[in-house]
């Protein structure tokens, strides 16, 4: 009696899993969402001050950095990094938060969590400090706007590298970095209160970085 022929299996063409924002940018965003709740509702609970305070105290201020007085000691140094979770309004935040997310989701695919969280403080620090730097007396800075710059940065020179080494046409990129460069001096030109020297400082940051982790390979 012939035995029954085993057929083979042909196992299911496996779609890549969406990437999921890391846990550490998840805290960024509901932390920026949430100071910026409080700030827009303080007026109706009778806190009307709770934004110029909030702006006192965690914005960036270009005279502080060297041998400014704070109102607190340290406010020198925490203002690096407490200015990127506090924003001039809804708009402002919306803005800054879809970015992140949008830019964010595509760069931990290239370099993984720990890398975009490094990305990020950095440019976050560049850019204050290239602020200071061309404003030394302007004040207040507030706005996670560098740090995005900063990945869209990394983006760009990580991927620059790679479509380099894989022989594959630029121009996708240059359109990329193009439409960036454009929305940046459109927003400038629309909203002059842009810190535009933060984008600078935050995305050229991002960009050393990104072409440094695409030179050297994740272990």
Known sequence: MDRPVAIPRVAAARRPE?????????????ACCMIEA????????GLGSARTASVMLGGFWAPLVGDGVGLYPGQGVAMFLTY???????LHLAMNMISLAAVGRELVRMIGSARMALTYLLSQI???????????????????SGAVFGL???????????????HRPMTPLVRAVALILGLNVA?????PSIAWQAHLGGGVAGLVLGLIFALIPRR
């Open 126 to 144: 560049a850019a204050g400090m290239v602020f200071a730097w061309m404003e030394p007396d302007a004040g207040p800075m507030v706005g996670a």
């Open 84 to 90: 990127g979770l506090l924003h001039s309004g809804p």
């Open 18 to 30: 969406p990437a999921v924002l890391p846990l550490w940018l998840r805290t960024v965003i509901i």
């Open 152 to 166: 869209a940065g990394a983006l760009v020179g990580y991927a620059a590298i790679t479509l380099r080494r894989r």
């Open 38 to 45: 409080f700030c827009f509702a303080a007026p109706m609970l």
């Open 187 to 191: 927003l400038t030109l629309l909203m």
